[in-house]
């Protein structure tokens, strides 16, 4: 039943037991007065929701293009079993174009990029890196590799005093990106890490991803080493990975409060009509890893090949 629907079937309902009231009916029938004001304040209340829902989305759409229903973007995410979400922006700045209903969520293993970016900072560049480090980032970043970014994480937490001040420490990659909205977590979930449960946007990953294959991100050495990191990705061969064209991406993947798995991306790819940063995200219905990874996939194919050289994504530009 449309919220619609449901509200004007509670109001119709409450006109019933008024009508009762002047005589007629048998009282016992008819559910208690109560029921129906519950059920007509819901309705409303639901009614408020969206349109305040309504209202952001407008709001964000100001704020950065959308991609038009006309583009076909929207047919294909109809078609997909699950929630999806798909920005797309423009190397330096991260002009924008967005589509979908998922606008993020847990960062999972993509929040491995700005921790590695933090350790170069702190080494002062990939000339600053212990051999350990090195081998780390390797297989943080190509492999996905979980212990790989605990150690990292570690180090950080041993220098910048513990996970919060390490934490604070991954957040100032992405302020230096422009993100004023993301907060590294410091609480964990069952075995994850706390990292990992960092709620970030779509949007805002984005903004990192263009600052970053950019190059606006401290020295060009470490930008440029994470960028070939990213290059050599073996882990998460899905979505960008799978689209045919160059690309440097990371990915992420694990499953929500409800058991389901959200699958993220971030990248930038290499097209006929230029470089676009990509950041994309898919629960699907059944819950499962392997869908997810095939929903990624076809939004990430859909995207090179319907706005490789759009307007919007054209040229470079100036950083944050």
Not at 13 to 37: F, Q, R, Y
Not at 116 to 145: F, H, M
Not at 165 to 174: D, F, K, R
Request: proline share 4%.
């Amino acid at each position: 039943m449309t919220l619609a629907k449901g509200l004007a079937v509670a109001l119709t309902a409450g006109a019933v037991l008024i009508g009762a009231g002047c005589g007629g009916s048998d009282p016992e029938t008819l559910p208690p007065p109560n029921e129906h004001k519950a059920e007509i304040a819901k309705a409303e209340r639901e009614l408020r929701a969206e349109r305040r829902k309504a209202e952001r989305r407008a709001e964000r759409a100001k704020q950065a293009g959308t991609i038009t229903a006309g583009s076909g973007i929207d047919g294909l995410l109809a078609t997909l079993p699950g929630r999806a979400g798909l920005v797309v922006g423009r190397v330096g700045d991260g002009a924008r174009l967005t589509a979908g209903d998922l606008a993020g969520g847990f960062a999972w293993s993509t929040i491995k990029v700005p921790i590695a970016q933090r350790v170069l900072a702190d080494a002062g560049g990939p000339s600053g890196l212990t051999v350990d480090q090195v081998s780390q980032i390797t297989a943080a970043l190509t492999l996905s590799d979980n212990d790989a970014a605990a150690a990292l994480f570690s180090g950080l937490q041993t220098t910048h005093g513990g996970v919060t001040g390490a934490s604070e420490a991954v957040g100032g990659m992405l302020r230096e990106a422009g993100d004023a909205q993301t907060v590294i977590s410091t609480e964990g979930r069952d075995s994850f890490s706390t990292y990992g449960q960092t709620e970030w946007s779509l949007d805002e990953q984005n903004r990192y991803m263009a600052a970053l294959a950019g190059q606006c991100l401290g020295d060009r050495a470490s930008t440029g080493y994470l960028l070939e990191q990213m290059s050599n990705v073996s882990s998460d061969t899905w979505g960008l990975g799978s689209t045919g064209i160059p690309a440097k991406w990371k990915g992420g993947w694990g499953p929500g409060l409800d058991g389901r798995y959200l699958v993220r991306q971030m990248g930038v790819a290499e097209t006929s009509g230029g470089r676009m940063v990509i950041t994309l995200a898919a629960i699907p219905d059944d819950g499962t890893f392997e869908t997810g990874q095939a929903m990624a996939t076809e939004i990430a194919s859909w995207a090179v090949e319907n706005l490789a050289g759009a307007p919007e994504l054209r040229g470079t530009g100036g950083c944050p």
